[in-house]
């Protein structure tokens, strides 16, 4: 681990960002012109001590996953994200395996999409990063670790509690999908990957899954209308736009719903009371 480059580094990026590129407001009085210190803490989703001793070349060896939130937070190109890991003591990871990175254009668009709800999703369905309004509709999925951070993989593990944001009838039909999908994902990574783990923890656990697996139907892409069900507000029709990176290893997901609608005067709802409890 070099400390002073890595320190020098974090301090250079930091005093290259502006509170715009990131989604924040600048505030009447700021005395430099850079991101502070408490806001790529904040950012990171790490404490401003830890954080701070990183810059003053006193901090321990940072874990690939703080390495990875960083770079999310100083919107890293993916040589400078290789760069970081190096100075930290860490191999680069290797860009064509799945890595937690998320591109620092999809993060700028997803920074000025404040009014709806909007997340980055991987290829096996792990939200790398979500608005505050998708956090209100769909839950904060921050906290999720290890193969739990799959959607795929709670769908058919997690049954009660992710079932119950879609109508029963639909189901089925998101169970196709989400294998499907899957089935796409494990064909670029390898059986070796987090896809191939998810595909032989399912395949041992949910009987369904395992039918569905051996159909073999291949699927990447998102429904364009969908019916969400939020614990306390309901029914909710959204449209799904998403965007793509140019290798397809992320999505953009924005949720939207016909102005003047029902479901758009709950969003407006939910987006004002944020993910507070009705």
Same mark, same amino acid.
């Given at each position: 681990?070099?400390?002073?480059?890595?320190?020098d580094?974090?301090?250079?990026?930091?005093?290259?960002?502006?509170?715009?590129?990131?989604?924040?407001?600048?505030?009447?009085?700021?005395?430099?012109?850079?991101?502070?210190?408490?806001?790529v =803490?904040?950012?990171? #989703? /790490?404490?401003? %001590? $830890?954080?701070?001793?990183?810059?003053? !070349?006193?901090?321990?060896?940072? *874990?690939?996953?703080?390495?990875?939130?960083?770079?999310?937070?100083?919107?890293?190109?993916?040589?400078?994200?290789?760069y970081?890991?190096?100075?930290?003591?860490?191999? =680069?990871?290797?860009? #064509? /395996?799945?890595? %937690? $990175?998320?591109?620092?254009?999809?993060? !700028?668009?997803?920074?000025?999409? *404040?009014?709806?709800?909007?997340?980055?999703?991987?290829?096996?369905?792990e939200?790398?990063?979500?608005?505050?309004?998708?956090?209100?509709?769909?839950?904060?999925?921050? =906290?999720?670790?290890?193969?739990?951070?799959?959607?795929?993989?709670?769908?058919?593990?997690?049954?009660?509690?992710?079932?119950?944001?879609?109508?029963?009838?639909?189901?089925?039909?998101?169970?196709?999908?989400?294998?499907?999908?899957?089935r796409?994902?494990?064909?670029?990574?390898?059986?070796?990957?987090?896809?191939?783990?998810?595909?032989?923890?399912?395949?041992?656990?949910?009987?369904?899954?395992?039918?569905?697996?051996?159909?073999?139907?291949?699927?990447?892409?998102?429904?364009?209308?969908?019916?969400?069900?939020?614990?306390?507000?309901?029914?909710?029709?959204?449209?799904?736009?998403?965007?793509?990176?140019?290798?397809?290893?992320?999505?953009?997901?924005?949720?939207?719903?016909?102005?003047?609608?029902?479901?758009?005067?709950?969003?407006?709802?939910?987006?004002?009371?944020?993910?507070?409890?009705?």
């Amino acid at each position: 681990m070099d400390r002073d480059a890595l320190a020098d580094f974090l301090l250079a990026r930091r005093a290259q960002l502006r509170p715009g590129d990131v989604g924040l407001s600048a505030g009447p009085r700021r005395r430099t012109p850079g991101l502070r210190r408490e806001e790529v =803490a904040q950012l990171a #989703a /790490m404490s401003t %001590d $830890y954080y701070t001793r990183l810059e003053q !070349r006193r901090g321990p060896q940072p *874990s690939v996953q703080i390495l990875a939130s960083l770079a999310r937070a100083l919107r890293l190109t993916p040589d400078e994200r290789d760069y970081l890991h190096r100075v930290s003591g860490h191999s =680069a990871p290797d860009r #064509a /395996m799945f890595i %937690d $990175y998320v591109h620092p254009g999809m993060l !700028r668009i997803l920074d000025r999409l *404040s009014d709806t709800p909007a997340f980055i999703v991987s290829v096996l369905d792990e939200v790398l990063v979500q608005n505050d309004a998708a956090k209100a509709l769909l839950g904060d999925a921050s =906290a999720l670790e290890g193969l739990e951070r799959s959607g795929i993989y709670r769908w058919f593990t997690d049954v009660d509690e992710e079932r119950r944001r879609y109508p029963e009838a639909d189901h089925d039909h998101r169970s196709r999908v989400l294998v499907a999908s899957l089935r796409a994902a494990y064909g670029a990574l390898g059986e070796r990957s987090r896809a191939g783990d998810i595909v032989r923890e399912l395949t041992a656990r949910s009987p369904e899954f395992a039918a569905l697996w051996q159909v073999h139907e291949v699927r990447r892409r998102f429904d364009d209308h969908k019916v969400l069900i939020h614990p306390d507000i309901g029914e909710i029709e959204v449209d799904c736009q998403a965007l793509f990176t140019e290798d397809e290893s992320q999505t953009l997901v924005v949720l939207t719903a016909a102005p003047g609608s029902e479901s758009a005067s709950k969003l407006e709802l939910l987006r004002v009371l944020g993910t507070q409890r009705v």
